[in-house]
């Protein structure tokens, strides 16, 4: 679809970017990189205010010229932050660029990895949904949910068979399939109150990850806690039913396998919403749902499967959380259905997008590790540029008007007025979907 | 697309029309049944529920946890009325909480800034906070266009994220010490019913409210008799952030701290402010009732925990929220203003 307009856009970066991809696909690339730059540098500013404000016995950095002190250095954060995340392959204050001694299978790697693969999972729930034009805020809910079905499961089978490894593929598969039964029937719920009651989809899930978090809790609480534990968790799975770590530290949580698994997710899902007739619907119902019912779609069941499938995917990520990262359901569950909100947005709500975006946001969470080790800044910083990104994200216009401004950016951005009609050209996914 | 005969239809319909009196009629009926039934039998269920209800305790806590559901879906009515959803106004709740605290332990209780008491102090600070959020997030939806649901969970992200990361500055903890004062009940109820009145008289009586329901409704009419649109809807954004505000700072001083772990102790107040106002069909008399219930649901379930019935009290805290789900579904889609969530494009 791309062709015709691409010929009538004057710019040049357009023409040189128009055979290799669709626009619209690349002005949501440059706004999502514009968007993470710009966050990074709010964030900038924020660990410079509040080390100028936080008390401290010696300043961390001195502002050339105005030798003004601050209790925490911003570009030590960030150094932090991104070469930590990566397991420091860049030499900082030392002769030559690399770390000798650098090797792609070290701990902080391995843990970055692990957060994006479950960000795989969560960003995928949340984009599946965003397509059909509906708002998943209770990816966090159908997570926890399908968490504590896996962990239910594995434990409940684990006794019946002989402890190996074909019982370890069983066991993981069934914990898996029942995370993902969970975590959609968990998704069913809005979804079916959205489509028979006209109940708005982001209040209700959001009420519903209090309720998952609520009531799961109060299951293991009486019923399943773990004899003698401290916290409140179920007693942890077999190891020979956990994702086993490959080539990395199993202190790392990480399991190449459970990543080759969300690649592989990424690419079915890419396949269902491109290229299958019920993707189609999903797609036209998300961007004209009028129209999708004028052509024969069941809006309403259409809903209700979107839900569905996004809450099987929040589910299968609590799966991966149980089988790969902690090996039980334990009460304090990360924020990994928010953080896919920012996954899926920053993708542009596409499934190949997520990929990336699920790395380098597995980079922040990763890199927020390395910040609580080695300097004094709250690791909250990370849940900041959460929000950040997405508002940078959901105001595209921002950037085309820079990009007027400046002259720079005038090729991606195209013309200001080809927005809407992309949106009902049935391209779909732009983030106001 | 709606078949005009269908059950939801008709049901809206008669939810519409005889809205405000059902609800109350529906609420007063219930508490009256309930002292019926406890004064009857004070030894059953009936008598605990009853002397639940019309404790004083539980009338505090309910006035205590009204404010922040009351004002800030009095703040979601101005915006939504003029045409921009305000999904953010978990945010403004979280963000104003946090400032009130902040700026309270600044000055240090007891103390003055140019003659105000540092409660005081505390309370504008938290009302600058959230008004600053609102003014941004309008900025964002008015000027640069965004959708008005992603910049709004937007808002609410970055306060989940930056209350408990300034807390951890300051404090050294998510949760803020406590202040040792807290701000008394009546004066959390004075300020709801204030501002119910303050909003009813806003939105009905005056040539502001006009303007506001019409750039909801039709902004090309308000357009084309030379009142700004942008204008109008920025007045609404703001005034929801003033709102917010109060109900934020209210909440964390009533008790005289923070607490930033999980989902904050607001704890998706600024969400079921959106389903009172939508219970209450825009109107603020409505959304206070509706505010009422869903704090006094909450209050309730405090005040169950200490009577030590088998039910564990995470399971109780639930309630609330499921209420608020029934409620949702059972009101469905309500007559939202023609234009919200709509980019207004001024035609010269």
Same mark, same amino acid.
């Given at each position: 679809?791309?062709?015709?307009?691409?010929?009538?856009?004057?710019?040049?970066?357009?023409?040189?970017?128009?055979?290799?991809?669709?626009?619209?696909?690349?002005? @949501?690339?440059?706004?999502?990189?514009?968007?993470?730059?710009?966050?990074?540098?709010?964030?900038?500013?924020?660990?410079?205010?509040?080390?100028?404000?936080?008390?401290?016995?010696?300043?961390?950095?001195?502002?050339?010229?105005?030798?003004?002190?601050?209790?925490?250095?911003?570009?030590?954060?960030?150094?932090?932050?991104?070469?930590?995340?990566?397991?420091?392959?860049?030499?900082?204050?030392?002769?030559?660029?690399?770390?000798?001694?650098?090797?792609?299978?070290?701990?902080?790697?391995?843990?970055?990895?692990?957060?994006?693969?479950?960000?795989?999972?969560?960003?995928?729930?949340?984009?599946?949904?965003?397509?059909?034009?509906?708002?998943?805020?209770?990816?966090?809910?159908?997570?926890?949910?399908?968490?504590?079905?896996?962990?239910?499961?594995?434990?409940?089978?684990?006794?019946?068979?002989?402890?190996?490894?074909?019982?370890?593929?069983?066991?993981?598969?069934?914990?898996?399939?029942?995370?993902?039964?969970?975590?959609?029937?968990?998704?069913?719920?809005?979804?079916?109150?959205?489509?028979?009651?006209?109940?708005?989809?982001?209040?209700?899930?959001?009420?519903?990850?209090?309720?998952?978090?609520?009531?799961?809790?109060?299951?293991?609480?009486?019923?399943?806690?773990?004899?003698?534990?401290?916290?409140?968790?179920?007693?942890?799975?077999?190891?020979?039913?956990?994702?086993?770590?490959?080539?990395?530290?199993?202190?790392?949580?990480?399991?190449?396998?459970?990543?080759?698994?969300?690649?592989?997710?990424?690419?079915?899902?890419?396949?269902?919403?491109?290229?299958?007739?019920?993707? %189609?619907?999903?797609?036209?119902?998300?961007?004209?749902?009028?129209?999708?019912?004028?052509?024969?779609?069941?809006?309403?069941?259409?809903?209700?499967?979107?839900?569905?499938?996004?809450?099987?995917?929040?589910?299968?990520?609590?799966?991966?959380?149980?089988?790969?990262?902690?090996? @039980?359901?334990?009460?304090?569950?990360?924020?990994?259905?928010?953080?896919?909100?920012?996954?899926?947005?920053?993708?542009?709500?596409?499934?190949?997008?997520?990929?990336?975006?699920?790395?380098?946001?597995?980079?922040?969470?990763?890199?927020?590790?390395?910040?609580?080790?080695?300097?004094?800044?709250?690791?909250?910083?990370?849940?900041?540029?959460?929000?950040?990104?997405?508002?940078?994200?959901?105001?595209?216009?921002?950037?085309?008007?820079?990009? @007027? %401004?400046?002259?720079?950016?005038?090729?991606?951005?195209?013309?200001?007025?080809?927005?809407?009609?992309?949106?009902?050209?049935?391209?779909?996914?732009?983030?106001?979907? | 697309?709606?078949?005009?005969?269908?059950?939801?239809?008709?049901?809206?319909?008669?939810?519409?029309?005889?809205?405000?009196?059902?609800?109350?009629?529906?609420?007063?009926?219930?508490?009256?049944?309930?002292?019926?039934?406890?004064?009857?039998?004070?030894?059953?269920?009936?008598?605990?529920?009853?002397?639940?209800?019309?404790?004083?305790?539980?009338?505090?806590?309910?006035?205590?946890?009204?404010?922040?559901?009351?004002?800030?879906?009095?703040?979601?009515?101005?915006?939504?009325?003029?045409?921009?959803?305000?999904?953010?106004?978990?945010?403004?709740?979280?963000?104003?909480?946090?400032?009130?605290?902040?700026?309270?332990?600044?000055?240090?209780?007891?103390?003055?800034?140019?003659?105000?008491?540092?409660?005081?102090?505390?309370?504008?600070?938290?009302?600058?906070?959230?008004?600053?959020?609102?003014?941004?997030?309008?900025?964002?939806?008015?000027?640069?266009?965004?959708?008005?649901?992603?910049?709004?969970?937007?808002?609410?992200?970055?306060?989940?994220?930056?209350?408990?990361?300034?807390?951890?500055?300051?404090?050294?903890?998510?949760?803020?010490?406590?202040?040792?004062?807290?701000?008394?009940?009546?004066?959390?109820?004075?300020?709801?019913?204030?501002?119910?009145?303050?909003?009813?008289?806003?939105?009905?009586?005056?040539?502001?409210?006009?303007?506001?329901?019409?750039?909801?409704?039709?902004?090309?009419?308000?357009?084309?008799?030379?009142?700004?649109?942008?204008?109008?809807?920025?007045?609404?954004?703001?005034?929801?952030?003033?709102?917010?505000?109060?109900?934020?700072?209210?909440?964390?001083?009533?008790?005289?701290?923070?607490?930033?772990?999980?989902?904050?102790?607001?704890?998706?107040?600024?969400?079921?402010?959106?389903?009172?106002?939508?219970?209450?069909?825009?109107?603020?008399?409505?959304?206070?009732?509706?505010?009422?219930?869903?704090?006094?649901?909450?209050?309730?379930?405090?005040?169950?925990?200490?009577?030590?019935?088998?039910?564990?009290?995470?399971?109780?805290?639930?309630?609330?929220?499921?209420?608020?789900?029934?409620?949702?579904?059972?009101?469905?889609?309500?007559?939202?203003?023609?234009?919200?969530?709509?980019?207004?494009?001024?035609?010269?």
């Amino acid at each position: 679809m791309s062709d015709p307009d691409a010929d009538r856009t004057p710019s040049v970066l357009a023409r040189l970017v128009a055979p290799f991809v669709d626009r619209s696909v690349a002005e @949501r690339l440059v706004i999502s990189v514009a968007a993470i730059l710009l966050s990074i540098a709010v964030g900038f500013a924020l660990v410079l205010v509040s080390g100028r404000i936080a008390q401290c016995s010696t300043a961390a950095w001195t502002m050339p010229f105005t030798g003004l002190g601050f209790c925490y250095n911003p570009v030590e954060v960030y150094v932090v932050l991104f070469n930590g995340a990566l397991g420091y392959p860049f030499a900082v204050g030392e002769p030559g660029l690399f770390n000798a001694g650098w090797t792609p299978f070290n701990l902080s790697l391995g843990l970055t990895l692990s957060e994006t693969t479950l960000l795989i999972f969560t960003g995928l729930s949340v984009a599946v949904a965003f397509r059909a034009g509906l708002f998943n805020i209770g990816t966090q809910g159908q997570l926890v949910v399908g968490a504590l079905a896996t962990a239910l499961t594995v434990l409940a089978l684990a006794p019946l068979l002989p402890a190996g490894p074909i019982a370890g593929v069983v066991l993981i598969g069934v914990g898996t399939a029942a995370g993902a039964v969970g975590g959609g029937i968990w998704g069913a719920i809005p979804g079916a109150l959205k489509a028979y009651a006209d109940a708005n989809e982001v209040i209700t899930t959001i009420m519903l990850n209090f309720v998952a978090a609520n009531v799961a809790y109060v299951l293991v609480l009486e019923v399943f806690r773990a004899e003698g534990s401290s916290v409140v968790a179920t007693r942890y799975v077999p190891e020979y039913a956990q994702f086993r770590p490959w080539l990395f530290p199993p202190s790392s949580d990480f399991a190449l396998l459970a990543l080759l698994v969300g690649v592989a997710f990424i690419g079915a899902l890419y396949y269902f919403v491109e290229h299958t007739s019920v993707g %189609y619907d999903l797609r036209t119902s998300g961007v004209q749902a009028a129209a999708a019912e004028y052509g024969g779609v069941n809006a309403k069941l259409t809903t209700v499967r979107a839900m569905t499938l996004s809450g099987a995917l929040g589910g299968i990520g609590g799966s991966v959380w149980v089988l790969m990262s902690e090996g @039980r359901w334990m009460a304090s569950i990360p924020d990994l259905g928010f953080d896919g909100i920012t996954v899926s947005i920053l993708a542009g709500n596409n499934p190949i997008g997520v990929l990336p975006a699920a790395f380098l946001f597995g980079i922040l969470k990763g890199g927020a590790l390395e910040i609580g080790f080695r300097t004094d800044v709250p690791t909250e910083l990370v849940a900041v540029l959460r929000g950040l990104i997405i508002l940078f994200v959901a105001m595209p216009e921002f950037f085309r008007m820079i990009g @007027r %401004y400046t002259g720079v950016a005038g090729g991606a951005g195209g013309a200001v007025s080809t927005g809407p009609e992309e949106t009902a050209g049935g391209d779909g996914g732009e983030t106001d979907a | 697309m709606r078949n005009p005969l269908s059950p939801t239809a008709v049901l809206g319909g008669v939810i519409e029309s005889d809205y405000l009196r059902s609800l109350l009629v529906g609420t007063v009926g219930a508490v009256v049944l309930l002292g019926v039934l406890g004064i009857a039998f004070p030894d059953s269920v009936f008598g605990d529920f009853s002397g639940i209800v019309f404790s004083t305790s539980t009338g505090a806590s309910t006035a205590r946890l009204a404010a922040p559901i009351v004002l800030a879906g009095l703040g979601g009515i101005f915006a939504e009325k003029s045409g921009v959803i305000n999904i953010g106004l978990e945010g403004l709740l979280i963000i104003s909480a946090f400032i009130s605290v902040y700026a309270a332990s600044v000055v240090g209780v007891g103390n003055t800034v140019l003659g105000i008491p540092a409660l005081g102090v505390a309370f504008l600070a938290g009302i600058a906070a959230s008004t600053f959020l609102a003014a941004v997030f309008a900025v964002v939806c008015i000027e640069f266009k965004a959708d008005q649901i992603i910049a709004g969970l937007a808002v609410w992200l970055i306060a989940l994220g930056l209350a408990p990361f300034m807390s951890t500055v300051f404090f050294g903890g998510v949760n803020t010490p406590n202040l040792g004062v807290s701000v008394g009940w009546h004066y959390s109820a004075t300020l709801v019913l204030l501002a119910t009145v303050g909003s009813w008289w806003l939105l009905n009586q005056t040539a502001f409210g006009k303007h506001l329901r019409a750039a909801g409704e039709n902004p090309k009419a308000l357009d084309t008799v030379g009142v700004s649109v942008s204008k109008v809807r920025y007045a609404g954004v703001l005034l929801s952030g003033v709102l917010s505000g109060v109900g934020g700072s209210a909440l964390a001083l009533s008790i005289g701290q923070f607490v930033g772990s999980g989902e904050t102790m607001v704890q998706g107040k600024g969400f079921i402010a959106i389903v009172a106002y939508l219970f209450g069909n825009y109107n603020p008399i409505g959304t206070l009732g509706a505010g009422v219930l869903f704090a006094g649901l909450d209050a309730m379930q405090i005040r169950l925990q200490q009577l030590g019935y088998a039910v564990p009290d995470t399971l109780v805290q639930t309630i609330p929220y499921v209420v608020v789900i029934v409620v949702l579904a059972l009101v469905g889609r309500t007559q939202i203003p023609e234009a919200a969530g709509e980019h207004y494009e001024t035609e010269d």
